[in-house]
Structures are given as structure tokens and as C-alpha cells.
């Protein structure tokens, strides 16, 4: 739907703007060469049109922002309520997921009615302001020729011209309206477009030499609102950072911007002394081991999961593994070569799902780790012995947790709060703080 409605706006609307464009600077040239005072006129009628529009437009743009919130919770209910329908069919519990479906349903239906009798509503207006601008200069117009300033000739030419130059005025506010109408779904694929195109004659066939990494005036803001506010962190080559903070602080987007899923509003980020601007995006991410909080996992073989990575089989290393990651009890019964996933491995529970998305960073030996929750779904023992494993890595470590055990055995741990990164703990320099 909202692929949609951009693909409607470039092929309607844009061609129609540039069309208008076209078009309205010949007629006005033709007016202000035959009356210059009508060409003022008229030129004053069409921007006050455009400013009106321009304004109202913003308050509909606000319309739609919430219009796309609704939208993406509704798409959002219907997926998680389609992933867990046998959790939802056996626990009884499907007249509560539907009744939740139909309110977020109704909410998005509701904003949509909203932005749609305000938009319709301005449209007709703008429709109306040709009709009273076409009024006002047969008014002018007639008055002029009864004191015999114009030929009567005239008056109804330049009534034609008036009438030719709104046509294109109306596709051009059209277009404003259309244009915020459809801002906020743009801002959903910003990241594909913000994204600078890689030169293709860098290789993504990369290896970081170095590890250290620098994040220089970092700066990060949605519609004016500061997400991350002129950080400066440097991070030494293989050294371990934890960073922590309330949800929605800008934790997962300080590490989107070091993998260049988003671009910073100001600042740079270096690794190695290079700026990641300059490193093929798809290189730069195949030496970052992300770790997400719920384990990605394919539906295939363990071995065709760890092959996308380009992980080397090496059976050994990747049964010792295993046997480090606390799995051996449930896999000692399978060869390696058999062990199945299913889709999204609902064939494991969260627990196992989490250590098996975690064996590749083990066995592909990245030079950075960004691990996001790395302890989720594990229970005190488990999550000892991957605490453990994460530590003993030769790597630079950038870890997002709330796990106070995490946290100790960092050498720097930080808080992100109100866009700022507070220094928490510094093992080498001497600062620690037992409360987190």
C-alpha cells in the first residue's frame, strides 16, 4: 500500500509538477508582456495559493505520520499473531488476538478517514480559489474596461491566460499535498535511500586489519529530534565496551550507524583509521559478528546457516563449540551434517536458538563483535558459560546489555541517556561504579 502510493506520486504527480512547471512560466511571461500590473496580480493569487497549501500541508503531513504509526502496528499484530498461531490456538486465547486486531484495525481506519476528509477537503478549497480567482479578474477586468483602460478583447484574453495558468497551480499545490501525504512512508525506506551507493570497484572481499574504532561528533536526529547527540568514543583495539541505557535511548542506532544501516546527521565513524564512508558497505559488514537479541536462524542445515557466513567447515572446531556453548546434551545424539533447523528454528527453544546464532561469531573469528543482548533468553548458568566464551575472544566488543554480569567484566562500561554517552566504568583508569 505504501509502496503504492509512492510509485502513484512519482508517476502522476512528479511528471505532472515538472509538466506545470513547464507550462505556467510561458504564460506568465505572456501576461506580464501584455499587462504587467494583471501579471503581478495573478502571480500574487498563485502564491498565496502555494503558501496556503504549503502550510497546510505540514498539519497533514503530522496526519500522516500517525496514519503510518497505525498502519505498521496493525501489520505488526497481524505477523506476530500469524508466527505464534499454535501458541495462540492452544492456549484459547484467539477472541482477545482478534479483538486486539480489530482495534488496531479500527485506530489505523479512523486516522485514515481523518487525513483523507482533510485532504479531499483542501483539494475542493484549492478548486474553489481558481473559481474565485477566475471572479476576481472578471471583476478587475470589467471594471478596467469600463474606464476604458483595456479592450473588452483583452479582458477576456487575459481571463484565458488566468484561467490556462491555474490549471498547472492546481497540479502543483496537488502535488505539495500528495507529497506530504506520502513524506512519512518515505521516512520508512530513508535507510535504502540514504545509503551511499558503494563503488563497485572496491572489493567486498575485505579483511580489517585493525580494529580500533573511533566514533568522532556523532550526531543522529529524526524530524528534529536528537537521538544521539555529538558522541565521542574511542575504542581501542580489542577491548570490550558495554553500553546500557532505557529503551529508546539510541543504543541499536549508534551500532546501525558503525554497520551504516543509518547515516549520522553530523560526524564520522573511523575503524582503523579509515573512514567506514570510504569502506564497501556489504565488506564492512562481513567483519562485524552481529548478535541480535532473538538469534537469527534460517530454515536449513546447521552447516548451510554457518555458509551463508562463510563460516570453514572444520567438524572439530564446530563440535567443540557447541560442547562450550552448553549444547552438547541436546545435540550428542546427531551428527553435525544432520542437524536440522526450521523455519526461523522454532525447532529450538529461545535459549538454543540465541547460542546457535552465536556459534558463527565464534567460528568466523570477526574482528569486531556487536552483540545486542547476548544473555537474552539464557538461564544464570548458561549465561555464565557464554559470558565466558564472549570474553575469552580476540576481538573489539561493543555489547548492548543490561546484564549486570556483562557489565562487570567489560573495560568500559557506558550509559546512554538523553543522547549522551556517561562513562560508567574505566577498569584501566580506575573508575568503577558497582551500580548500574
Known amino acids: 500500500m505504501g509502496l503504492e502510493r509512492i510509485r502513484n506520486f512519482v508517476v502522476n504527480d512528479l511528471i505532472n509538477l515538472i509538466v506545470s512547471l513547464i507550462v505556467i512560466v510561458p504564460v506568465l511571461v505572456n501576461i506580464y508582456l501584455q499587462n504587467p500590473t494583471y501579471a503581478l496580480i495573478l502571480m500574487s493569487l498563485i502564491t498565496m495559493t502555494i503558501v496556503i497549501n504549503i502550510l497546510y500541508s505540514k498539519h497533514l503531513y503530522k496526519i500522516s505520520l500517525v496514519e503510518n504509526f497505525h498502519l505498521a502496528d496493525h501489520r505488526g499484530n497481524i ?15 484467539y477472541d482477545k488476538i482478534r479483538k486486539k486486531w480489530n482495534d488496531s484495525y479500527k485506530n489505523y481506519l479512523r486516522v485514515v478517514n481523518k487525513r483523507m476528509v482533510k485532504q479531499y477537503t483542501f483539494e475542493s478549497l ?29 479582458v477576456f484574453f487575459f481571463i484565458t491566460m488566468a484561467s490556462i495558468a491555474f490549471g ?36 567486498q572481499n575485505i579483511k580489517l586489519e585493525k580494529n580500533n574504532i573511533s566514533f568522532e561528533a556523532i550526531s543522529y536526529e529524526i524530524e ?11 575504542i581501542n583495539a580489542n577491548e570490550s565496551i558495554a553500553i546500557f541505557g532505557k529503551s529508546g535511548s539510541g ?8 554497520m551504516k544501516v543509518h547515516k549520522p546527521t553530523s560526524g564520522k565513524v573511523m575503524i582503523g583509521g579509515d573512514n567506514i564512508e570510504n569502506i ?14 532473538d538469534g537469527v536462524l534460517f530454515s536449513s542445515t546447521l552447516l548451510e546457516n554457518l555458509s551463508i557466513f562463510d563460516v570453514m567447515y572444520n567438524p572439530l572446531e564446530i563440535q567443540s563449540y557447541i560442547n562450550k556453548l552448553n549444547l552438547g546434551d541436546y545435540l550428542q545424539f546427531k551428527s553435525i551434517n544432520d542437524i536440522t533447523i526450521a523455519e ?47 570474553f575469552s575472544v580476540t576481538a573489539t566488543k561493543i555489547i548492548i546489555t543490561h546484564d549486570e554480569r556483562v ?18 566504568r574505566d577498569v584501566e583508569n580506575g573508575k568503577v561504579e558497582s551500580h548500574f
Open 79 to 93: 505477523n506476530e499473531s500469524l508466527k505464534e498461531h499454535y501458541f495462540i490456538k492452544v492456549t484459547g486465547i
Open 126 to 154: 484549492n478548486s474553489s480559489l481558481s473559481t474565485i480567482s477566475m471572479i476576481l479578474f472578471l471583476i478587475i477586468g470589467f471594471y478596467d474596461f469600463t474606464r476604458n483602460q483595456v479592450s473588452l478583447s483583452n
Open 168 to 203: 498547472p497551480v492546481t497540479k502543483i499545490v496537488s502535488s505539495i499535498i500528495n507529497w506530504n501525504a506520502i513524506g512519512p512512508i518515505m521516512l520508512r525506506v530513508q535507510d535504502v535511500f540514504e545509503e551511499t551507493a558503494d563503488n563497485e570497484e572496491v572489493s
Open 224 to 234: 528534529n529530534t536528537k537521538i544521539l547527540d555529538n558522541i565521542n568514543l574511542e
Open 251 to 258: 543504543k541499536s542506532t549508534l551500532a546501525n550507524i558503525l
Open 280 to 293: 564497501n558497505s556489504n565488506g564492512l559488514r562481513k567483519n562485524i559478528g552481529l548478535m541480535t537479541q
Open 344 to 390: 526461523s528454528g522454532r525447532n529450538f527453544s529461545g535459549g538454543q536458538r540465541q547460542r546457535l546464532a552465536m556459534l558463527r561469531l565464534f567460528l568466523k573469528k570477526y574482528p569486531i563483535l556487536v552483540l545486542d543482548e547476548p544473555t537474552n533468553h539464557l538461564d544464570k548458568k548458561t549465561g555464565d558459560i557464554i559470558i565466558d566464551n564472549i
Open 407 to 424: 557489565l562487570k567484566k567489560a573495560d568500559k562500561v557506558f550509559e546512554l541517556i538523553n543522547g549522551q554517552l556517561v562513562l560508567r
